[in-house]
């Protein structure tokens, strides 16, 4: 992951979609990524990963389950339900073309929707594997996504470790 300034950090959570907690204390992580892709390629890998559950493609992160609550062009909003059945986050990610539509700017949030503080790394895991490619251990579906993934933003407590996001 490449580390970048502060401001540019900043300035590029301002135009993040979160989809909102109840709970004032929760778990948040937010990212940007860059795909080697077309946003239409990152909808589609998006939405087959989650369409192909569980025989397709399962999720590597404790086996959640994830489920699309809004699509629009450029977003897509989803719901996943740990493996465990106990606890669902939901996420938004928005997707802006990037140069010569040559490749794809995934801005992503997840957040618990419960009293949470430490999350161990659940909701960077709940975005990182709808877009993580082959070299990250994953399976893509339709389309290998190269993502770059250019920071992750966790709330304190919140992780952001990519082991972490492979254990089933």
Partial sequence: MVHVGFLQVVAAMTRLKCPGSPVFMHAKTMVEVLADQTCTNVMEEVRARVDRQPLGWHDPHNNGTYWITAQGK????????????????????????????RTCL????????VLSIQDFSTNYCNL???????????????????????WAQPTPGAGTDQAACLTT
């Fill in 74 to 101: 450029d977003e897509i909003e989803l719901q996943r339900l740990t493996g465990d059945k106990k606890y669902t986050d939901k996420m938004v990610l928005t997707l802006t073309e990037g140069g010569l539509g």
């Fill in 128 to 150: 990182r594997m709808l877009y993580c490619g082959e070299a990250d251990g994953c399976k893509p579906v339709l389309h290998e996504l190269l993502p770059q993934e250019k």
């Fill in 106 to 113: 995934i801005n992503g949030c997840s957040e618990s929707q």
